[in-house]
T-cell receptor, first 114, second 113 residues
Framework: AQSVTQLGSHVSVSEGALVLLRCNYSSSVPPYLFWYVQYPNQGLQLLLKYTSAATLVKGINGFEAEFKKSETSFHLTKPSAHMSDAAEYFCAVSDNQAGTALIFGKGTTLSVSS | NAGVTQTPKFRVLKTGQSMTLLCAQDMNHEYMYWYRQDPGMGLRLIHYSVGEGTTAKGEVPDGYNVSRLKKQNFLLGLESAAPSQTSVYFC????????????FGPGTRLTVL
């Protein structure tokens, strides 16, 4: 069965600092991996996805993530945080089997201070 | 395109009351999902549908029923609401399970007293 672990329920950075949100997955088959962002009182929005093509995936708003099979990780990074990045971030995994849905991590809240 | 819409946005129920949450999508997606979001728990799948007329149970289906009579609509029903069902409910849809990119609605905040 697939699972996702997000290390750190809350991450705080200063504006302009590096953002690193950690995600480790467990999957018995090659996974599809996703990062979603949720702004306050809104639904989830896709940031980026890994679907077995390039291991370094670029997403919206300057975010990127690198798939590392040996570490079973898919960490999300952004070189320079902006105040508008403050939100909750969810990592999710799918094994692409018929009829399955996404398995979400518990989320990481990112705070950005000026 | 409106994308995924949910009705209502907010609702307060008393224990034992029933209600139906409506999800609609205008993207001609085959797959639709209902999740609940609770603090510190992430999103947990309640039920999902892989096409019109089909439904299946997810991780936390107890106390909920669903129907997919039309491709664009996915209804979530609570027959006898309980305080444990106080949550934010999100509907999502996807074109297929190939890449499984899901598009989410804005959510329904339900409080059961």
């Amino acid at each position: 069965a697939q699972s996702v672990t997000q290390l750190g329920s809350h991450v705080s950075v200063s504006e302009g600092a590096l953002v690193l949100l950690r995600c480790n997955y467990s999957s018995s088959v090659p996974p599809y991996l996703f990062w979603y962002v949720q702004y306050p009182n809104q639904g989830l929005q896709l940031l980026l996805k890994y679907t077995s093509a390039a291991t370094l995936v670029k997403g919206i708003n300057g975010f990127e993530a690198e798939f590392k099979k040996s570490e079973t990780s898919f960490h999300l990074t952004k070189p320079s945080a902006h105040m508008s990045d403050a939100a909750e971030y969810f990592c999710a995994v799918s094994d692409n089997q018929a009829g399955t849905a996404l398995i979400f991590g518990k989320g990481t809240t990112l705070s950005v201070s000026s | 395109n409106a994308g995924v819409t949910q009705t209502p946005k907010f609702r307060v129920l008393k224990t034992g009351q029933s209600m139906t949450l409506l999800c609609a999508q205008d993207m001609n997606h085959e797959y639709m999902y209902w999740y609940r979001q609770d603090p510190g728990m992430g999103l947990r799948l309640i039920h999902y549908s892989v096409g019109e007329g089909t439904t299946a149970k997810g991780e936390v289906p107890d106390g909920y029923n669903v129907s997919r009579l039309k491709k664009q609509n996915f209804l979530l029903g609570l027959e006898s609401a309980a305080p444990s069902q106080t949550s934010v409910y999100f509907c999502a849809s996807s074109y297929s399970n190939i890449h499984n990119e899901q598009f989410f609605g804005p959510g329904t905040r339900l409080t059961v007293l």
